[in-house]
């Protein structure tokens, strides 16, 4: 059976669509609030670290334009998920670094993921998954050229 390959950027858009209206269901089941979906790339590069950091670190570590990443950061801080101060060396830097609130977001954050992981994957073997996220790494490489 053949399958149609013209529509993947539509596929993957629904695919998202999906992933994070079930992320938002979680959320709310949790009465977990000012958090969005979007919030997650950020979020779990925070919640790995133990000190503070610059943005510009989190900017590259979550592979989005900067104004993205401050915006995401003033609705983090908005919400009292996180802090942001400047640097003490260097006038040009702004540290950021999750707050106690933003610490307990770690168990949620973790079973969510976990919970979206499992539905996207479903059934699917290990090899199969290593294979998608390969061939996703790749579609996206070929956007960035």
Do not use: C, W
């Not at 979007?38 to 790995?48: Q, S």
């Not at 079973?111 to 996207?120: A, D, G, H």
Request: cysteine-free.
């Amino acid at each position: 059976m053949a399958v149609d390959t013209g529509g993947i950027a539509g596929q993957i858009a629904r695919i998202r669509e999906k992933a994070n209206a079930l992320i938002e269901e979680e959320l709310k089941a949790r009465g977990v609030k000012g958090i969005l979906p979007a919030h997650g790339p950020v979020l779990a590069f925070l919640l790995r670290q133990k000190d503070p950091v610059p943005i510009k670190a989190v900017v590259e570590s979550v592979g989005r334009v900067k104004s993205t990443v401050t915006v995401t950061i003033a609705t983090l801080q908005k919400h009292g998920y996180l802090r942001k101060f400047p640097s003490d060396e260097d006038a040009r830097v702004t540290y950021v670094e999750l707050t106690a609130k933003g610490r307990r977001l770690q168990k949620d954050f973790e079973e969510i993921s976990q919970t979206l992981r499992s539905r996207l994957y479903g059934d699917m073997g290990e090899r199969d998954r290593e294979r998608l996220v390969r061939q996703l790494d790749k579609i996206e490489e070929n956007l960035s050229e």
